[in-house]
């Protein structure tokens, strides 16, 4: 059965760090492109990063751009999202997504994770 399961989110304070994890099962997750996605409460889905399946391209949102570094570890079969100076305004559930291209679009993304809350306020 294929399964993205995400880890890492917490609570932190503003200027804080946390580094997110996505694992899967059931595939092999090298072979896909890999984003990161949030949601925060009465907003819609938006795209915050996104690797290729080699990690050698990445695509950061403006609002994340310096501040947050998506990278993978396909031995692991494991895509990390370490976050930098976050700021309230970053606090939302965050998903990971295995799809076919490096996309900062939610509905170009295939399988999700169920994600992982992030909540960044002092």
């Known amino acids: 059965q294929l399964q993205l399961v995400e880890s890492g989110g917490g609570l932190v304070q503003p200027g804080g760090s946390l580094r997110l994890s996505c694992a899967a099962s059931g595939f092999t997750l090298g072979s896909n492109p890999i984003g990161w996605f949030r949601q925060a409460p009465g907003k819609e889905r938006e795209g915050v990063s996104c690797?290729?399946?080699?990690?050698?391209?990445?695509k950061y949102a403006v609002s994340v751009k310096g501040r947050f570094t998506i990278s993978r570890d396909n031995a692991k079969n494991t895509v990390y999202l370490q976050m930098n100076s976050l700021k309230p305004e970053d606090t939302a559930i965050y998903y990971c997504?295995?799809?076919?291209?490096?996309?900062?679009?939610?509905?170009?993304?295939?399988?999700w994770g169920k994600g992982t809350l992030v909540t960044v306020s002092s």
């Open positions: 690797i290729n399946s080699s990690g050698g391209f990445t």
């Open positions: 997504a295995a799809g076919v291209l490096c996309t900062l679009s939610p509905s170009d993304m295939a399988y």
